[in-house]
């Protein structure tokens, strides 16, 4: 199983692979906890405007672990600064801090 560090650096790389700033086109980053499989997906989206949004998967990180997800969400915000939303975390809690995820 990947470390925290190694996941961070995979979606953080292929963010930048996917990122190519266009005028008037929004970016963000989409988190999704899947508690079926106990893992951690994140999404790459993209619409440019008046038209339908583009997911695209980034990774799926195994280590079902909140601190691990909080690890790999200050990564990427503190490299990139697209709003990033959160699915599946209803009631979840951030480890740090004790306020609600989603």
């Known amino acids: 199983m990947e470390s925290k560090e190694q996941a961070a650096k995979i979606i953080i790389e292929r963010i930048g692979m996917m990122f190519k700033p266009k005028a008037n086109t929004r970016y963000t980053i989409s988190a999704v906890n899947d508690v079926y499989d106990h893992t951690y997906n994140f999404f790459f989206v993209s619409q440019k405007a008046y038209q339908r949004e583009k997911s695209t998967p980034i990774h ?28 599946g975390f209803t009631d979840e809690l951030w480890p740090s801090t004790g306020k609600k995820i989603q």
């Open 60 to 87: 799926t990180v195994e280590d079902y672990d909140l601190e691990t997800f909080e690890h790999i969400i200050k990564a990427i915000k503190s490299k990139y600064g697209f709003t990033i939303e959160f699915y």
